[in-house]
C-alpha cells in the first residue's frame, strides 16, 4: 500500500512545530543535545526569506522530477493548475511551506509536501536554523490533511 502511495504522488500537510537555539543528533526536541546556538538575530523577514528559498528549491526540483522542459509554456501551465507532479522516483519534495506562527525561540509551519518521511521532516527543520545561522529542533509534527491523518509526537 505504500508503494501505491509513492507512486500516486499523494501530498499530505503537516502542522510542524520547532525551536530555535540547539541542535541534537536526531533533530528532535528529545534527543541527545549537540550544539546550543544563539537565535536572537532571527527575524520574521528572515526566516520568511529561507522558507520562500527552500520551497523555490523543491518547486525547481518538482519541475525536474516531473519531465518536462523548465523553460517551456507546458511547465508554466502545468504549475499554475497545481498540476505538477514527478513522473519519475522523486526524493521527499515540499510543496508549500508557510509560518503559522513566530515567536522565538519557537515558531510553527504548515508544510505540504509528498515522498516524506518523519526523519525527513526534522531535518527540513534543521536546516532551516542552519540557513538562519543558528540551529532549530523539531518538537512536533502532525499530519493535518492527506491519505491517513498521523500525529508524530517527536520521541
Request: overall charge neutral.
Amino acid at each position: 500500500m505504500l508503494t501505491a502511495m509513492h507512486e500516486n504522488n499523494y501530498t499530505r500537510d503537516y502542522t510542524v512545530c520547532g525551536t530555535f537555539g540547539k541542535a541534537t543528533a536526531d533533530f528532535s526536541d528529545a534527543g541527545k543535545v549537540v550544539e546550543k546556538t544563539t537565535f536572537d538575530h532571527i527575524s520574521r523577514e528572515k526566516f520568511e526569506r529561507v522558507l520562500a528559498m527552500i520551497q523555490g528549491a523543491n518547486q525547481k526540483s518538482l519541475i525536474m522530477h516531473s519531465n518536462v522542459d523548465l523553460k517551456s509554456e507546458e511547465a508554466y501551465d502545468l504549475a499554475v493548475q497545481g498540476q505538477l507532479c514527478p513522473k519519475v522516483k522523486s526524493p521527499p519534495l515540499i510543496l508549500a511551506l508557510r509560518c503559522l506562527e513566530f515567536s522565538p525561540p519557537d515558531f510553527t509551519l504548515e508544510i505540504r509536501c509528498m515522498h516524506e518521511s518523519q526523519q525527513h521532516i526534522r531535518k527540513v527543520i534543521h536546516e532551516i536554523g542552519l540557513e538562519l545561522r543558528s540551529t532549530a529542533v523539531c518538537n512536533k509534527v502532525r499530519c493535518t490533511h492527506g491519505m491517513a491523518l498521523l500525529h508524530w509526537t517527536v520521541p
